[in-house]
């Protein structure tokens, strides 16, 4: 008997050892026992809160079962405490119940005579290993189904997740983790080092020791960590950029491990990438975008200071560029913009930059250049020589032969106290200076340009509150025939600012022009001349003097210049034939045809016009036979040398002529001797305008010398 337990709890050790679940290992010990004690029924029964519930049974069916839940029941309720065998006899058969400690029954059943006390003895032993191998096995397969369970959970997520114990050794990993490092199956990282295996190295392959690592400190600290900016290794060997948590698990204030919990960020670092270039790229060439440069520029005028290096910074600007994008069209100006970008970097070295800031325009910073001034500027001419010589050559844009150039300004980065915004202005300045130099060229910023720019800022700012402020006045340059007699004069602006004083036309009028302000401030002047000349109506010395007034190019251009000239005429009340507006040719051949019917319009009601700078444009009979004009005005770049200059000679007495062919009046601004009106006169020009007779005076000392001029007409008449 002693052999048949030690056999059983063979089986019982084997079965709980290799981890056989529950009916393997029942199966394995009833057949042991019935065989060795010729049973043919063998049975064990769970009892749960008074509940009986067969777990196995040999042979199994109907009869069986009910006639083993029937013993269970009366052992139950006669001997739990006694833990005597129960025994009860059926037809042709004899079965005895055992009682398993905190599991329920054994039952066993026998033909024939009925188990000797010493089997009996034996058998409730077994009983009581059989009880605690059930338990275990029960036990056993409760913690295989939460692992299974916790498996599937773990499983059933996206993000990896994979736990160690203290020593960095995998304990368990779920399938995302396998999927994202590149393994197929748990068993290639249980039992292994996992920093070893992924965590060995940063993103550039340099070793990573692991008294170093994050999770490593998380061990020391007893803390969790979170990591976003490191890699774990694919089975490949490539790096995956990683964003990770890692929880410690502590038990009686000892880490006997960990649980990571991580994520594969290699789309959103793409996205991230994506969003960082076009934050500081352009999109279309691939150079630093305004925003990096300023960010070099910034970390160059340190490095400058530091080391008192001078760097340079030159502003590109290619030649013609609109052109080509209204003839060929935008797709071809790209490709040429892209073609420049490659050609500017290969004129410059490895640590320069170069950007786009927009449309055409290029900078290229150059750093670690001279101490020396001189030598600096020296080597950036150099460099600008040579993108110069780059960008000169042709382009094959599609199905185009292409030739650009381009202008740059540069200027030395040297002085630390210049901000960004002014290191880069002057670059600007310089390029287009460079634009006025003819293009195609280089310049160099110099402080007195500076200067002038700065100054022009200052009087554009000026000149917005001047109208509002009554800073404008007119002066009057007055107009006389051969006899010395006034016939008009030409009401010239002048801007007094309590600023910069006496301010002259050639300073503020472009501003005007470029600002706009000019449609006001024309306006302004037709208002107060018309205003002069209904003063005038009062007084037979001045009733009859014209008025002439210059007209801009964006005031004549106007769609509401006629009826804008045409209403402070009327509201003024004003003899129309006394007001002339002087006009310019270039003004003219802005748009010939709309000059031509709004000089018809304003002919309509008696306006004049004075083609004004005659001969310093394109001048053509085709055009000027078409003009509704009343006088020619002889430039006085033409009259200034009229004395010593043949060709100026010969120029004068043309226009004279041509404005007779035509049958208009002529007359010469800038007589400033009696010598050029004597030849003006000898020429047939009889009306003049010049310092010889008066410069531009205000309107009390023009009414004065009115006075004089009239006398002194008089004795020339008189003497005539």
Known sequence: MIKLEHQFLFQIVMAVGN??????????SLSVMMRKLGCNIGAVVRSTNGTLKIVHCIPYHIKNSKAVLSISQHSMAESPASRQPFMIKTSGHTLMAFILPDYGMMVLGKAGPIFSKQVLGALTQIADKLATACIACEQAQAVKEAQQ????????TAEGIYGVDASGNCT??????????????????????????????????????????????????HEKIHGNDEVFWHRSGN?????????????????????????DISERKATDDTIKHLAFYDLLTGLP????????????????????QDGALLFIDLDNFKTLNDTLGHDIGDLLLQMVAHRLESCVREGDTVARLGGDEFVVMLEDLSKKDLEAAAQTKAV??????SLNQPYQLGTHEYTSTASIGATLIKDHQQSLEEVLKQADIAMYQAKKS???TLRFFDQAMMDFINTRATLEGNLHKALDNHQFHLYY????????????????????????GLVSPDQFIPLAEESGLILPIGKWVLESVCLQLKAWEKNAITRDLVLSVNVSVKQFLQDNFVEQVRSIVQHHAINPKLLKLELTESLLLESIEDSIATMNALKEINVQFSLDDFGTGYSSLQYLKRLPLNQLKIDQSFVHDLATDTNDRAIVRTIIAMAHSLNLSVIAEGVETEEQRQFLLDNGCELYQGYLFSKPVPIEKFEALLKVKLNAADVVKKTK
């Open 172 to 221: 368990f990993v779920n399938q995302a983790a396998l999927h994202i490092l590149g393994y197929k199956g748990a068993d290639n990282l249980i039992g292994k080092n996992l920093h070893s295996l992924i965590h060995h190295s940063y993103a550039d392959a340099t070793p990573y020791p692991e008294n170093k690592c994050l999770i490593h400190q998380s061990f020391i600290s």
């Open 149 to 156: 369970k916790a498996q599937l959970l773990l499983d059933s």
């Open 239 to 263: 790096p995956i950029p990683v964003e990770y948590w890692l929880y410690p698990i502590i038990h009686d204030n000892q880490v006997t491990g960990a649980v990571t919990t991580f994520f």
């Open 477 to 500: 340059q007055i107009q006389v025939n051969d006899l010395h007699q006034p016939l008009g004069a030409e009401a010239l602006i002048r801007w007094l600012s309590p600023e910069f």
């Open 19 to 28: 981890g056989t679940d529950l009916q393997p290992m029942l199966q394995s």
């Open 384 to 389: 600008c020589e040579k993108i110069l010589v």
């Open 438 to 440: 003819g293009r195609n």
């Open 289 to 308: 975008n305004r925003r990096l440069l300023m960010d070099r520029l910034k970390l160059a005028l340190v490095a400058s200071k530091r080391s008192g």
